[in-house]
């Protein structure tokens, strides 16, 4: 089947039973037809499929839509969320890492600080360090961003957690191995990263994009954080949450340009940075 017989939809989609992510598109040739290689049924031109073009190999949306995602038995007891959430076309469902959240606070004069993490539909794996109270870390910080629990000074606050629900992107960055890492560079200083921030932000996800070699990236939106509540006492004059969504893909797709809003730091500042690599 040619490629150039195809417009190419701005998703890309795993499907439990192909090796590749699939592609969703549409035809543009009104003349042509297609065979789903799931139920083998013909379809027309003006029916979508899910395609890899590595295989050319094609699925309906009907039978990639009709397998219900296995959910792991220590998330049973959110079995109704997935139900709930497995007719939302903008719904993927995926095992992923909320990987390495870190928490900076600069207050404007030496002082305590409570920060309670409350999430959502997420399960926690990790925290560093360990909270005092529970989802609470209680800090003494200074204004160089020295956090003191326990007697013990930290230059951040460290949290991981596991999900199983990711809202699909339909905006974002084609990033290849060889930009990435001016890309980082570049939207993380529009987003008001420091060069300290930046450096632990790049270091870490820089090797995940070259290994890509091609990815999808999306900072996710303020709507995202909903799921990952974060509340500081006494409130920062300004808070900054990035949430740098990366996803694998194996070929070039057309994609709307995310638009990041400059952000200007004042005041009491905590900074908060994660990802996942889909």
């Not at 003349?31 to 379809?43: D, V």
Request: hydrophobic share 35%; charged share 20%.
């Amino acid at each position: 089947m040619n490629i150039e017989q195809k417009n190419t939809f701005v998703c890309q989609k795993k499907y439990i039973n192909h090796k590749h992510l699939l592609t969703l598109i549409k035809r543009t040739n009104i003349n042509f037809s297609w065979r789903c290689n799931n139920c083998y049924s013909i379809k027309t031109s003006d029916i979508p499929s899910y395609y890899c073009s590595l295989c050319d190999y094609d699925i309906c949306q009907e039978c990639f839509n009709g397998i219900m995602p296995a959910i792991p038995i220590n998330q049973m007891a959110l079995f109704p969320f997935f139900i709930n959430q497995f007719n939302n076309p903008n719904t993927h469902f995926v095992n992923c890492m909320n990987k390495k959240p870190i928490i900076y606070l600069y207050p404007e004069k030496p002082m305590d600080i409570s920060v309670q993490l409350n999430l959502k539909n997420s399960k926690l794996t990790i925290a560093y360090p360990k909270f005092n109270d529970k989802n609470t870390w209680k800090a003494y910080v200074d204004t160089n961003g020295n956090i003191k629990i326990n007697n013990k000074i930290y230059p951040y606050l460290f949290w991981e957690a596991e999900s199983y629900i990711l809202k699909e992107s339909n905006e974002g960055f084609i990033i290849t191995n060889e930009n990435a890492e001016s890309f980082l560079e570049e939207k993380l200083k529009i987003l008001g990263l420091n060069d300290k921030e930046s450096t632990d932000f790049i270091t870490f996800w820089l090797s995940i994009l070259i290994k890509n070699k091609l990815s999808l990236c999306t900072f996710q939106p303020e709507q995202f954080f909903d799921n990952y509540e974060l509340n500081i006492n006494p409130k920062p004059d300004t808070l900054i949450r990035i949430f740098l969504r990366i996803q694998k893909i194996d070929a070039p797709i057309n994609v709307k340009e995310q638009q990041l809003k400059p952000i200007n730091r004042k005041g009491f500042t905590c900074v908060e940075w994660g990802g996942t690599n889909i």
